[in-house]
């Protein structure tokens, strides 16, 4: 059964850092291209970055573009988000998601940005 | 970027009704896919490749369309179908549409 399980989110100030996990199990990690996709509170869904299953390739979407920074660790099969200089507009729920037409999703992780 | 409109924003259908939501792109796209989401539950995948069933989804559910204009039809409403409706288009960056919240009537 495929399992993702996503982690290290909470309250953060606004312009500090914070880094999102996604350990991945029954399946072979390094075989699936991943993504985040995020949801404000109330709103609906926002593609937020993709990585090729070697990592070789990475996409963002405008808005996090020299800001987010999504990585792999194939042999931990674990996805990462690293967020930086964070907005209150980054405030949502962040959903790690396997392969390119998000087959399947992990239960999200609250990230509230706030002073 | 392409824009993905969904009608209607909100509906409510009967059990045992066919249910019709439509899915406009701003430009052609290849494709699109189909999510529902429950309540806060993650989202799921319904329909890939335009009218492709993922495994486990009931084939009360179809996808169809071309171009700008899809649609997404559950031929018999049933009370577990009461979510939120999702398409996404992967032709260019990733866009999903707005949404159509599905009430049972």
């Known amino acids: 059964e495929v399992q993702l399980v996503e982690s290290g989110g909470g309250l953060v100030q606004p312009g500090r850092s914070l880094k999102l996990s996604c350990a991945a199990s029954?399946?072979?990690?390094?075989?699936?291209?991943m993504a985040w996709v995020r949801q404000a509170p109330t709103k609906g869904l926002e593609w937020v970055a993709s990585?090729?299953?070697?990592?070789?390739?990475?996409y963002y979407r405008d808005s996090v573009k020299g800001r987010f920074t999504i990585s792999r660790d194939n042999a931990k099969s674990t996805l990462y988000l690293q967020m930086d200089s964070l907005r209150s507009e980054d405030t949502a729920t962040y959903y790690c998601t396997r392969d390119r037409i998000l087959r399947s999703w992990g239960q999200g992780v609250m990230v509230t940005v706030s002073s | 970027e392409i824009v993905l409109t969904q009608s209607p924003t909100t509906m409510a259908a009967s059990p045992g009704e066919k249910v019709t939501l439509t899915c406009l792109a701003s430009?052609?796209?290849?494709?699109i896919y189909w999510y529902q989401q429950k309540s806060s539950a993650s989202p799921k995948l319904l329909i890939y490749y335009t009218s492709s069933l993922a495994s486990g989804v009931p084939d009360r559910f179809s996808g169809s369309g071309s171009g700008t204009s899809y649609s997404l039809t559950i031929s018999s409403m049933e009370a577990e179908d009461a979510a939120i409706y999702y398409c996404l288009q992967l032709t260019s960056t990733p866009t999903f549409g707005g949404g159509t919240k599905l009430e049972l009537k």
């Open positions: 029954g399946f072979t990690f390094s075989n699936y291209y």
């Open positions: 430009s052609s796209v290849n494709y």
């Open positions: 990585i090729t299953n070697s990592g070789g390739s990475t």
